[in-house]
């Protein structure tokens, strides 16, 4: 029988948030070679978890998550060594968009230091645990270790304080650029249960419980960071950040998230990823 993946179910989810009907996608998915029964059990078994109606898996305990107390009735936040504004915040999905976390100095300094080091933009395969080379992100990006440079150092306490986070369950900067027409697809952070390399990928900290996006420049047009299930969209401007956190790795956490293409110039961000335990 032909496995429903975890590729084939982003898939799905992304033909839903385009807005393609069911009856068409399934049409799309016998074109390509799917028996339709699977077809019909992985449409609907699909939509059933985005939708947060899958029973048992949407009612996975909840996890503490970064971040928890911030609310758009705190307008400053002191994050260790700079004020940090709160200029948006919702609560389902959770995201928060913040104002002047990084100086136009220190979105300079990361550029300048990931440069060099820039390659084709890999994701982690949880069916197998390790990094490759996915279609649908279309970036260059490197990593930072952590702490490597004063810079990255500074920015991960601030973000540790400003989120009430455990520094050492952050894992390393990562760096990307996107260029005119690139992007990232919508996706989710979390790394699926239900994949066998997942439990290999949890020994390093847990699961990711947060992400936040720091905006280094601001692109000429395009480039938004883009939350389909509920129509928001982030402009990416620099020194600015987007935070958002998924209190169980299932859809109804409604944190599908994505990169809109660059239309003019470039975009380049620094992004972390938080883990509920230390990262190792």
Known sequence: MQPITAELRRWIVAQATAGHPPDVVLDAMKA???????????LETTMRAHLGLAGDDASEPARPVPGAAITAGTPAIRAGDRDVRVVMAMTLPRVVVFAELLSAEECA?????????LARSETVETSTGASAVNPARTSDGMFFEPAEFPVCARLEKRIAAL???P??????LQVLRYGPG??????YDYFDPDEAGTPEILK????????????LNTPDAGGATVFPDVGLQVAPVRGNAVFFSYDRPHPATRTLHGGAPVDAGEKWVATKWLREGKFE
């Open 182 to 187: 690139t992007e990232y697809l919508p996706h």
């Open 167 to 172: 520094l050492e369950n952050g894992e390393g």
């Open 204 to 215: 390093r900290g847990g699961q990711r419980v947060g992400s936040i996006v720091c905006y």
């Open 32 to 42: 390509s070679g799917w028996n339709e029964q699977v077809a019909i059990d992985a």
């Open 163 to 165: 989120l009430g986070w």
């Open 109 to 117: 300094d990361l550029i300048a230091l990931a440069r060099s080091r």
